[in-house]
């Protein structure tokens, strides 16, 4: 039996080489969805959105791209991007624990040891930028942990797996490898990270341009149905900002209802971005808490008891490696069973 060859794709623009992966699995041939030893090369650091690329069977926007994108890398800025060690460190250990892809965290941290070598910027992925002279070897870091992804399981394995940095003359080059690299839609938001990363490298080193970028990949494949890594915003609001809206929802105020259909909202966005791979329970515990002490005469009672459902089946999700996908959806559909009540009660069309 024969070895496969690698599958290369190389253009000078990202939304070129993307449209030519395309072409390769939707050709005139039966389209076949996926391909080994994959490799593509991009020569031009330049953010161009692909037309091919979808989300969920529809064309790819530029702000799915970016959202997806912060949230791999909470410790990002706009304006200071890395540059700034102190804040990158600070955003990092403001990061509430979840079951989701995160990228920065492991390369611009490593936890425990920031405090004994008092320096904050003293990372992986800046020790690898220090290290690009010589024979370039060592301007590597990986992603795999072992506390993460074999003792706590805390977040899912990403699929990224390592960035190389390759330095040749004055040129600066970005090496991704990963252990499966979906095409659909990831494979733009990683292109999207890798341009930022270059950038931010390169801007670290003296008369350095950054240039090419290329991933490599055993197994790539291009999904039906993919789902962004963006966290639900109830995950992301503090007990304040939930607590104000639970009130006002809950008070006899003419302005209830609109804060009912917030609470509607919130809860849908959740349900819809709950899955095997973006897990949280905190935002809906904090939720049911804060209902509980604004409800006084417990008329909410089979409506929490359907969050509180959610909220153990996420857990449990959490947990159980093998049953994952399974109990998100029955999650899911807890939380959907939830709104179907909390309409009733408060008689919303």
């Not at 800046?126 to 805390?154: H, K, M």
């Not at 008070?251 to 909202?265: D, F, H, L, N, T």
């Not at 804060?290 to 999700?317: C, F, G, S, T, Y």
Request: net charge neutral; with cysteine; aromatic share 8%.
């Amino acid at each position: 039996m024969s070895t496969p060859l690698p599958r290369c794709f190389s253009a000078r623009r990202m939304d070129d080489c993307h449209r030519a992966i395309h072409e390769a699995l939707f050709g005139d041939k039966a389209p076949s969805l996926s391909m080994t030893n994959f490799i593509s090369i991009v020569e031009s650091p330049e953010f161009h959105l692909p037309s091919t690329a979808v989300l969920d069977g529809a064309p790819l926007q530029r702000k799915d791209v970016e959202c997806s994108f912060r949230a791999l890398h909470p410790e990002y800025d706009e304006k200071r991007q890395w540059n700034d060690a102190k804040q990158v460190l600070d955003k990092i250990m403001r990061v509430r624990p979840s079951f989701r892809f995160l990228h920065g965290p492991r390369l611009f941290s490593i936890p425990g040891l920031h405090d004994v070598l008092q320096r904050e910027d003293f990372g992986p992925i800046q020790w690898a930028v220090d290290n690009l002279g010589g024979d370039g070897s060592r301007a590597y870091v990986g992603l795999f942990s072992p506390d993460l992804d074999l003792a706590s399981r805390a977040q899912p394995l990403p699929a990224l797996v390592g960035v190389h940095f390759v330095q040749e003359g004055k040129y600066l080059d970005l090496v991704a490898t990963f252990r499966s690299l979906e095409l659909s839609f990831w494979w733009t938001v990683n292109m999207f990270e890798a341009i930022q990363l270059l950038e931010w490298a390169a801007s670290r080193r003296t008369k350095i341009t950054p240039r090419r970028i290329t991933f490599f990949s055993p197994v790539a494949g291009w999904n039906a149905t993919t789902r962004s890594p963006v966290p639900p915003e109830l995950d992301s609001m503090s007990v304040a900002e939930i607590g104000a809206v639970v009130k006002r929802a809950l008070s006899p105020a003419s302005k209830a209802r609109e804060a009912r259909e917030v609470i509607i909202r919130l809860l849908a966005d959740k349900a819809s971005n709950t899955h095997h791979s973006n897990l949280d329970a905190g935002g809906l515990r904090t939720f049911c808490d804060l209902v509980k002490v604004h409800d006084e005469p417990h008329r909410l009672a089979n409506v929490l008891a359907e969050v509180q459902k959610a909220i153990a089946l996420i857990e449990d999700a959490v947990n159980a490696p093998d049953r994952r996908r399974v109990t998100a959806k029955e999650a899911k559909q807890a939380m959907d069973n939830a709104i179907l009540l909390f309409r009733a009660f408060w008689k919303l069309e």
